[in-house]
């Protein structure tokens, strides 16, 4: 993912908007659902083109007992665009969101911090806290809070033992905010849940969901990063785009897109006392260049089914 923010910041790339099939407005995403469609080009070490077509059904776990999120992945041949591959899109998603905020704790939070909060217990968080286990090396307290407390529970212990360290289990948002040296939402609410009188000095805020916090508390920032601004304006479910609809927020206020912090073109943390805010949208050139490097390493290893889609086409 480093590699492609930095061929992002370096226009090595064609990125079409992301398209949202749903069924109402954008509140209708929070009860009903919406699917993506993520086409991709990258340049670079992938040379990688395809698709992510992914769906968020929030009725899922508790109606059918199914994740909330599903997807397939295709890639296309760099060079005759003919379909070489189909691949699961759920796991492949969630790690590569998981690696999108690894790169920016690594390059925006304080290279002592310790504490870390999260709040939301799905799937996703799990791949945030690898991400954040990996990067943050002096990380040794982890809170968890989740409105299921059950599943909260589960994390703690599943995801505990994943990376050696304790987990704790805490009845509120706000209490897995205060203190926290770096903190993580990621979740499907309806309703803001951060509030600005929570968030420490130096922290670092990671932005997964869409409207998780009080617009107060991007106000509050004193460095706002973002993955791709023209995508989270298009996107229009995330806070800060919210603001920028309302016109409480202007372009002049983003700080950096991440590439031009990974290039240097741009600093990323520059003191231990600014709180630093990051949103990502997701963006499909992440999608198929970590498909395109599974591609590989499956062909390599001989992983999976070939078939012969089309023969010899009898229209050639």
């Given at each position: 993912?480093?590699?492609?923010?930095?061929?992002?910041?370096?226009?090595?790339?064609?990125?079409?908007?992301?398209?949202?099939?749903?069924?109402?407005?954008?509140?209708?995403?929070?009860?009903?659902?919406?699917?993506?469609?993520?086409?991709?080009?990258?340049?670079?070490?992938?040379?990688?083109i395809g698709i992510k077509w992914i769906s968020s059904a929030p009725q899922n776990?508790?109606?059918?007992?199914?994740?909330?999120?599903?997807?397939?992945?295709?890639?296309?041949?760099?060079?005759?665009?003919?379909?070489?591959?189909?691949?699961?899109?759920?796991?492949?998603?969630?790690m590569r969101t998981g690696a999108?905020?690894?790169?920016?704790?690594?390059?925006?939070?304080?290279?002592?911090s310790k504490v870390l909060g999260l709040i939301g217990a799905g799937p996703q968080s799990k791949t945030q806290l690898l991400a954040m286990n990996h990067v943050l090396k002096e990380i040794n307290?982890?809170?968890?809070?989740?409105?299921?407390?059950?599943?909260?529970?589960?994390?703690a212990e599943e995801m505990g033992k994943k990376v050696n360290l304790p987990i704790?289990?805490?009845?509120?948002?706000?209490?897995?905010?205060?203190?926290?040296?770096?903190?993580?939402?990621?979740?499907?609410?309806?309703?803001?849940?951060?509030?600005?009188?929570?968030?420490?000095?130096?922290?670092l805020y990671i932005h997964v969901g869409s409207h998780e916090c009080e617009f107060e508390v991007i106000e509050k920032?004193?460095?706002?990063?973002?993955?791709?601004?023209?995508?989270l304006k298009h996107r229009g479910v995330e806070t800060i785009s919210i603001m920028y609809k309302e016109g409480k927020f202007k372009d002049s206020k983003i700080d950096a897109q991440l590439g031009e912090v990974v290039n240097s073109i741009k600093s990323g943390r520059t003191n231990n006392e600014e709180f630093i805010y990051f949103n990502s949208v997701g963006m499909g050139i992440q999608d198929v260049a970590l498909a395109s490097v599974i591609y590989e390493k499956a062909m390599k290893e001989k992983i999976g089914?070939?078939?012969?889609?089309?023969?010899?086409?009898?229209?050639?």
């Open positions: 993912m480093e590699k492609v923010f930095s061929l992002h910041q370096k226009k090595k790339y064609v990125l079409p908007n992301k398209t949202v099939l749903r069924w109402g407005d954008i509140d209708s995403e929070n009860t009903r659902g919406r699917i993506n469609s993520m086409p991709a080009s990258i340049e670079g070490d992938f040379n990688s776990p508790d109606k059918y007992g199914l994740p909330r999120a599903s997807g397939i992945i295709i890639l296309n041949d760099y060079e005759t665009f003919f379909p070489k591959a189909i691949m699961d899109g759920m796991l492949l998603s969630a999108n905020s690894g790169v920016a704790a690594k390059y925006l939070a304080k290279k002592n307290e982890i809170k968890i809070n989740d409105l299921n407390i059950e599943c909260a529970y589960k994390f704790k289990v805490v009845d509120t948002a706000e209490k897995a905010v205060r203190g926290s040296d770096v903190f993580i939402t990621a979740t499907v609410t309806k309703v803001p849940i951060v509030k600005p009188e929570w968030i420490d000095s130096g922290a920032a004193e460095k706002i990063v973002v993955d791709d601004w023209e995508e089914i070939e078939f012969n889609m089309y023969g010899k086409p009898s229209f050639v």
